[in-house]
Each structure stands twice: as structure tokens, then as C-alpha cells.
């Protein structure tokens, strides 16, 4: 079992920077694989990025390569997700997740456990 808390959301003006956070009970954190998904109102839930259990591996969605950059402390039992030159268009709920896979996984429907979110809101 395994339980996520995010922290880290708030508003930001457009080409600013947040640092979300997932904070991840349980000891067998460092053996998931973490990803970040987001959600808009009136849309549909969407992969953002994710890396593999170990941090050697990891996967981003087109619209957030080169902006945004997911890392792991498993020392910390954390995930981050740094997240910078920020648009109008990433406003969403942010959500952690942690899968059973060896994979930085981007389908959500792999992913075992998942944090509340957290609300990013930036303005233009």
C-alpha cells in the first residue's frame, strides 16, 4: 500500500516556475514507478511525465518537454516535478501516481495508487 500527498500547487503568473512535490508513504516507494497527470476543467485526465522506479528512465508529454522535469529522492520517499516557463494552458489539478511497472509508464490506467492533487493555476 502506498499513500501520496502533493503539495507545492498555487497561482503563478505566465513564464513563471512552481516545484510540485508527492510525498509517498510505505518502504517499497523506491520499486514504483512515479508519474504526474493533470486535469483540466472539462477535460479529460492527461499524462504530463513519469520516470522508473531507479530515476534512469523517464517519459514526458510533448506539450511539457523542455519546460518541465520529474526527479526522485528515494532517500525522501518523494517525487518532484519541476515545472517552468509555465502557460495559461498548464492551469489543471496536478495529480501523483505510483505504478508497479519497471517503466516510466504513461497510460494512467497502469498506475496502482494516486494523490489527491494538487490546483496550478497560472495567469496570463
Known amino acids: 500500500q502506498v499513500q501520496l500527498v502533493e503539495s507545492g500547487g498555487g497561482l503563478v503568473q505566465a513564464g513563471g516556475s512552481l516545484r510540485l512535490s508527492c510525498a509517498a508513504s510505505?518502504?517499497?516507494?523506491?520499486?514504483?514507478?512515479m508519474g504526474w497527470f493533470r486535469q483540466a476543467p472539462g477535460k479529460e485526465r492527461e499524462f504530463v511525465a513519469s520516470?522508473?522506479?531507479?530515476?534512469?528512465?523517464?517519459a514526458y508529454a510533448g506539450s511539457v518537454k523542455g519546460r518541465f522535469t520529474i526527479s526522485r529522492d528515494n532517500a525522501k520517499n518523494t517525487v518532484y516535478l519541476q515545472m517552468n516557463s509555465l502557460k495559461p494552458e498548464d492551469t489543471a489539478v496536478y495529480y501523483c501516481?505510483?505504478?508497479?511497472?519497471?517503466?516510466?509508464?504513461?497510460?494512467?490506467?497502469?498506475?496502482?495508487?494516486w494523490g489527491q492533487g494538487t490546483q496550478v493555476t497560472v495567469s496570463s
Open positions: 510505505g518502504r517499497t516507494f523506491s520499486s514504483y514507478a
Open positions: 520516470l522508473s522506479w531507479s530515476g534512469g528512465s523517464t
Open positions: 501516481a505510483a505504478a508497479r511497472t519497471s517503466w516510466p509508464s504513461s497510460s494512467w490506467y497502469e498506475y496502482d495508487y
